[in-house]
């Protein structure tokens, strides 16, 4: 039974379809303008139970408060990990420091608990002053990155696209259309999906990352034939050669 040239044709057509590249469209980020973030809803880095201060009191009464009072000419590099390093917020949102015993932080942001905990060192101290960092805002980049694993975050604050240059940025075959979001913060637990080609898709809880965030990138259709190996993909080809050849010999005996 002979093939007609035009089925021919079109079973060719299909099959360079289905390995063809992704759409240019779909691999270019942020079209279109990029929407105004809420300011009142933009992220500040607060405190909740389970996480894990570094707290350093700074006086100059260095001599009075020895066991208290962080020296200025600390070593840079410690190789402690963060739960021996720092103060863990118990259960009830607490912590317990020499002094002032124990202080409620839970739900403050960073700079508020600064506050709070120099007003309770100075009944004590002649001009305290108080540094406080989270040992453990860390972010994981799951999926269809070129260096998938768990960042560490050294600021107050990242953004979506620095954590993405962290992962060193999606790869040819990332679904930019459905990243997601998975947030547990507080007990509370929430599930954002972003598209990444279209600027509008951003909002504040989006663009600013939480500790603990999990970003998850998939794979387009394109993947899953790639992955089934370099046989699949060396057969679909001899096959459209073939199915080509045949059509132009059909076409010119005609």
Known sequence: MKMSPNILFLFSLILAGVTSCIPQKKLIYFQGKMPALDEAGKFRLKIFPGDILSINIFTIQT??????????????????????????????????????????????????????????FRKYIDDPIVTLKKLNFKVTVLGEVNKPGTYPILNEKATLPEVLGLAGDLTQFANRTNLRIIRDENNQRKDFTVDLTKASSLSSETYYLH????????????????????????????????????????????
């Open 211 to 254: 500790p603990d965030d999990i970003i998850y990138v998939e794979p387009v259709r394109q993947r899953a034939f790639q992955a089934a190996g370099p046989g699949v993909t060396l057969f679909t080809s001899m096959i459209t050669t073939a199915v080509v050849v045949i059509t132009l010999i059909v076409t010119l005996n005609k």
């Open 63 to 120: 001599e009075a408060y020895p066991y208290l009072a962080a020296p200025m000419d600390k070593p840079l590099s410690d190789n402690r990990s963060a739960y021996e390093r720092g103060f863990v917020v118990n259960e009830e949102g607490c912590i317990q420091l020499p002094l002032v015993g124990v202080v409620k932080l839970s739900g403050l942001t960073i700079s508020e608990s600064v506050q709070l905990l120099e007003e309770k």
